[in-house]
T-cell receptor, first 112, second 113 residues
C-alpha cells in the first residue's frame, strides 16, 4: 500500500466548501482510478485516467472533478461539498486494464 | 450491463473450519474475475484473479477460488480459516472488452476462535 499514497487520510468539512483529495503513486502505472465506498454498496467508480491526457467519467462523476497532473499524480476535487458526499474515497492504479488494481489507504471525508 | 452479487452480507465460521464466500456475476462477454480483501482502516488488497485457463485459481494467504461458467459464479474458498482472515471481501468483474471493473457490495467474514 505504500506505493499508492493518499492525502489527507481524514477530512471534516462543511457544506459548500471546495475540497481536494490527492493521490500519488510510485508504481509507474499509467492507469489511475478514484472510487468511493459506502456501506453495503461496495466501490463505485468516480473517474479514471489511462494517461495524463486521457480522463474519463465513471459511474458517479456528478459533483466531482479530477486533474491528472503527472503520471504519478491524480487529484479528486469536490467543487461544493454536500453531506451525501460523506464517504471513504480510494485511489487505485493498475498496469493495464486487465491487471489487478493497487489501492491507496483511503481518505475518510465527512461533510457536515 | 455487468453486475456482481455477493448474496451474503456476513459469513461466520469457526477457526479451523473451511470457509466459502460467494460471488455471482452477470456479464455479456468473457469475464475477468477478481477477489480483494479489506482490513480495517486499510485499502483493498488483491487476493487472486481468473482470466482464462484452469477453473481453480490459487491466490494469496491460502485462498483459492473456483470459476464456474455455467453457474456464473466465482466463490472464494479456504480449507482452514484463521481468525486473522476476518475482514471485508469484495468480488469484482470486468469483461474482456470493457474498460472498468464492477465491484460487489462486499461480504464481511468473521472467523471465531
Amino acid at each position: 500500500d505504500a506505493d499508492v499514497t493518499q492525502t489527507p487520510r481524514n477530512r471534516i468539512t462543511k457544506t459548500g466548501k471546495r475540497i481536494m483529495l490527492e493521490c500519488s503513486q510510485t508504481k509507474g502505472h499509467d492507469r489511475m482510478y478514484w472510487y468511493r465506498q459506502d456501506p453495503g454498496l461496495g466501490l463505485r467508480l468516480i473517474y479514471y485516467s489511462f494517461d495524463v491526457k486521457d480522463i474519463n467519467k465513471g459511474e458517479i462523476s456528478d459533483g466531482y472533478s479530477v486533474s491528472r497532473q503527472a503520471q504519478a499524480k491524480f487529484s479528486l476535487s469536490l467543487e461544493s461539498a454536500i453531506p451525501n458526499q460523506t464517504a471513504l474515497y480510494f485511489c487505485a492504479t493498475s498496469m493495464t486494464s486487465y491487471n489487478e488494481q493497487f489501492f491507496g489507504p483511503g481518505t475518510r471525508l465527512t461533510v457536515l | 450491463a455487468q453486475s456482481v452479487a455477493q448474496p451474503e452480507d456476513q459469513v461466520n465460521v469457526a477457526e479451523g473450519n473451511p470457509l466459502t464466500v460467494k460471488c455471482t456475476y452477470s456479464v455479456s462477454g468473457n469475464p475477468y474475475l477478481f477477489w480483494y480483501v479489506q482490513y480495517p482502516n486499510r485499502g483493498l488488497q488483491f487476493l487472486l484473479k481468473y482470466i482464462t485457463g484452469d477453473n481453480l485459481v490459487k491466490g494469496s494467504y491460502g485462498f483459492e477460488a473456483e470459476f464456474n461458467k455455467s453457474q456464473t459464479s466465482f466463490h472464494l474458498k479456504k480449507p482452514s480459516a484463521l481468525v486473522s482472515d476476518s475482514a471485508l471481501y469484495f468480488c469484482a468483474v470486468r469483461v474482456s472488452y470493457g474498460q472498468n471493473f464492477v465491484f460487489g457490495p462486499g461480504t464481511r467474514l468473521s472467523v471465531l476462535p
